[in-house]
C-alpha cells in the first residue's frame, strides 16, 4: 500500500482541489461531514458526503475535490490518500487520549477547561442617571494646598500622591466610600513628576529623565530614557501602567509646548516610541475599561482621545480643567481625583459623561458569603453587559448577556469581547421563570463555535457553574 496524509482547512462553504492521485480516500479528522467530488471526464461528477472514519473507495482517480456544506463554520480536515487498501480504523492495543479543545475558527487547543461556581446577589437594583461633570461623592482630607496624582493602586483603589509634601505620602482610598484604607511614607526627592502602580513591579515613579522602583526605603534607579531624539528626555512628565499591552506607557512635554510623544516600555525596558502628536498637556491617564488616553491641563481641561485614533479628542467637559490637572483616575463611566480648594484637599468621584448606571450584583464563590461578610470586601462592579432587569411576583429576573455580566461581577474585570470562544457550557438552579434550567453543554467546542448566543435569564438569587478555559482575556479594572 501507498499513501500519503493531507491536511486542509476549508473555509465555511469553501472548496480546493486536492492533487493526489490513488483509489481509496480515508477521512481520519474532520470536525463536521465534508463532500468529496470526483470527476473522471465521462459519466460527470460523483459526489459523496463523508464523515470521520469513512473511508471511501471509488475508481482510480488522478485528482478530486473537497468542499465544507456549511457556510457558517470552517472545517478542519485530514485525509490519507492512496492505492491499495487502508485498515488503520482497526484500532489495536492500548489508547491514550489526549483531550482538545475546538475552536471558532477549527483550531484543537490543549484542554484547560475548569468551572466556576458563582452565587448571583443582586445589591442595587435601581438604576441612576448622572449628568457630565456631576460630584456623585466627595470627601475632604487633611492635606495642603498641593497638586496631587491620581492612580490604581494593587488591589484597584484610587492611590493619591503628594509630590510635594515634606513626606512625600501616598495614600489609599476606597473606589465608592472614599474612605481611606491605607497610606504610606516614602522616602523620595519631593520633586517627583509622576508615579504609578505596575503589576509585577509594584511603585515606580519617573523623575527627569529617569524611572526608579519605589520601596518605602527609597528608589531604585531602573531605566535611564534615550534623550530627546529617541525617548522621552529630560522632560518626561507622565507615566501611567497600560493593561491593554501590559507595558508602562511614558509621555514627554518635547521641546515646543504641544509637541508631546508617547513611549511604551515593555517588561524588558525596552522603550519604543508609540506616536506622536499635539495634545496641549502631557499629563495623561489611561482609562482602564475603554483603553483610551485620556489628557489632563489645567488650561485646556480634560480631551479624551481614541486609543485607535489617539489625535481625535472626542471630550473635552470645560470645568475639569483645575480640578484635574494633575491627572485622575478613569474608568469610561466615572473620573477619581483630588480637587484642590484653598487649604483642603477634597477626594471626589465624578460622572465623566452624562451617564445612567447598571443594576449591580455580588458574584461569588459559592460558599463564601461569610467570609465576604466578614472582611467587608467590595463587591460591586458596572458591568459592561448588556442586560435588563424586572421585578416579578417569583422574585427579581436578569435577562441578556448573562454569561458576560456573570464573569464580569465575579472577577471584577471586564472580559473580552471574544469571550464565548472560552466558554463551553453553563448550568443554572433556574431559569427566567424560576423553572430547572437545562444545561447547555459544548462538550468541547466553544459556544462561539456552536453559534450559541449569550441571551439567557435567570431568577435570583441563584446560583450559575460557568464552564471556561484559562486562556479568557480579562481586561483593565472598571
Given amino acids: 500500500m501507498a499513501a500519503q496524509d493531507i491536511k486542509k482547512r476549508l473555509e465555511p462553504g469553501g472548496a480546493q482541489p486536492v492533487n493526489v492521485a490513488g483509489d481509496f480516500i480515508f477521512l481520519k479528522f474532520a470536525d463536521r461531514p465534508i463532500n468529496v467530488i470526483i470527476s473522471d471526464g465521462r459519466s460527470g461528477q460523483t459526489r459523496v458526503t463523508m464523515e470521520i472514519g469513512d473511508k471511501y473507495r471509488p475508481r482510480p482517480f488522478e485528482q478530486f475535490e473537497i468542499e465544507n456544506p456549511d ?271 484653598g487649604t483642603q484637599g477634597i477626594v471626589r468621584k465624578t460622572a465623566l459623561d452624562d451617564v445612567t448606571t447598571k443594576p449591580e450584583f455580588d458574584a461569588i464563590k459559592s460558599g463564601c458569603e461569610l467570609t465576604r461578610a466578614l472582611l467587608n470586601l467590595p463587591n460591586t462592579v458596572q458591568t459592561t453587559a448588556s442586560i435588563t432587569l424586572a421585578q416579578t411576583p417569583s422574585g427579581l429576573v436578569v435577562q441578556g448577556e448573562l454569561i458576560r455580566a456573570a464573569l464580569e461581577w465575579y472577577f471584577k474585570r471586564p472580559i473580552g469581547a471574544d469571550y464565548l470562544d472560552h466558554i463551553y457550557s453553563l448550568s443554572m438552579s433556574k431559569n427566567q421563570d424560576g423553572l430547572p434550567f437545562k444545561r447547555r453543554l459544548g462538550g468541547t467546542q466553544t459556544f462561539d463555535r456552536q453559534n450559541i448566543a449569550d441571551n439567557f435569564g435567570t431568577l435570583l438569587p441563584g446560583q450559575l457553574i460557568i464552564t471556561i478555559d484559562d486562556s479568557l482575556a480579562l481586561e483593565g479594572a472598571f
Wanted: hydrophobic fraction near 35%; proline fraction near 5%.
Fill in 71 to 341: 457556510l457558517t463554520n470552517p472545517a478542519q480536515v485530514i485525509m490519507t490518500i492512496g492505492q491499495g487498501d487502508y485498515s488503520s480504523q482497526i484500532v489495536k492495543g492500548e489508547i491514550q487520549v489526549e483531550p482538545g479543545l475546538r475552536k471558532a475558527d477549527g483550531t484543537l487547543v490543549a484542554d484547560t477547561r475548569y468551572d466556576v461556581v458563582l452565587d448571583l446577589i443582586p445589591t442595587r437594583i435601581e438604576q441612576l442617571s448622572y449628568l457630565q461633570n456631576e460630584v456623585i461623592k466627595s470627601r475632604v482630607i487633611e492635606s495642603p494646598n498641593r497638586a496631587r496624582v491620581t492612580f490604581w493602586g494593587p488591589a484597584g483603589e484610587v492611590s493619591i500622591y503628594d509630590p510635594y509634601g515634606a513626606a512625600n505620602n501616598l495614600t489609599f482610598y476606597d473606589r465608592e466610600t472614599l474612605f481611606q484604607v491605607g497610606a504610606a511614607t516614602l522616602a523620595t526627592d519631593s520633586h517627583t513628576v509622576d508615579v504609578a502602580y505596575w503589576p509585577g513591579k509594584g511603585y515606580v515613579l519617573v523623575q527627569n529623565n529617569k524611572l526608579y522602583s519605589v520601596t518605602q526605603s527609597g528608589l531604585t534607579l531602573i531605566l535611564t530614557f534615550p534623550l530627546q531624539s529617541g525617548g522621552p528626555g529630560d522632560e518626561t512628565t507622565g507615566i501611567d501602567y497600560d493593561p491593554f499591552t501590559d507595558t508602562l506607557i511614558a509621555s514627554n512635554g518635547g521641546s515646543t509646548p504641544g509637541d508631546e510623544r508617547l513611549y511604551q516600555i515593555d517588561n524588558a525596558l525596552t522603550v519604543t516610541k508609540i506616536n506622536g502628536g499635539k495634545y496641549g498637556t502631557a499629563r495623561f491617564r489611561i482609562d482602564r475599561l475603554t483603553g483610551d488616553f485620556v489628557y489632563c491641563s489645567s488650561v485646556n481641561g480634560i480631551s479624551i482621545s481614541e486609543r485607535a485614533t489617539p489625535k481625535t479628542v472626542k471630550l473635552a467637559p470645560p470645568s475639569s480643567g483645575i480640578a484635574w490637572a494633575k491627572g485622575g483616575l478613569f474608568t469610561g463611566l466615572f473620573a477619581w481625583g483630588m480637587v484642590n480648594s
